[in-house]
């Protein structure tokens, strides 16, 4: 089992519930790997802004994703996304096999 596990990239034992939480640092940092592109997200915010977000703004963020972690919460229009497809790369593009799906 535990073999089975592993080779499908799935971790066993499950992390500690704890292991999952941020610091508002480790956030900050990843917000600033994000691309410098200036086309906003479905929800109207662009990775310019978020990286320009003040110290509170970024801790108040970091509570705000801890919080549906413990919780387990996630609204519900953070769990809806748009599938386009992308064609492989040397495929036939008029094979619709020949593409792969992505979520935005």
């Known amino acids: 089992m535990e073999g089975e596990v592993g080779r499908l ?6 992390p500690f519930p704890g292991d999952l939480f941020l610091s508002p640092a480790k956030l900050h940092e990843t917000v600033l790997r994000f691309p410098k592109r200036k086309v906003p997200g479905t929800d109207g915010i662009s990775t310019a802004v978020l990286r320009q977000l003040p ?3 970024m801790v108040a963020m970091n509570n705000v994703f801890n919080g549906m972690l413990k919780t387990g919460h996630f609204p519900e229009a953070w769990k809806k996304g748009k599938v386009i497809t992308i064609p492989k ?3 036939n593009p008029r094979n619709p096999g020949n593409h792969r799906p992505i979520t935005l």
């Open 9 to 14: 990239g799935i971790m066993w034992p499950p």
């Open 89 to 91: 790369p040397g495929k």
């Open 55 to 57: 110290k509170r703004a």
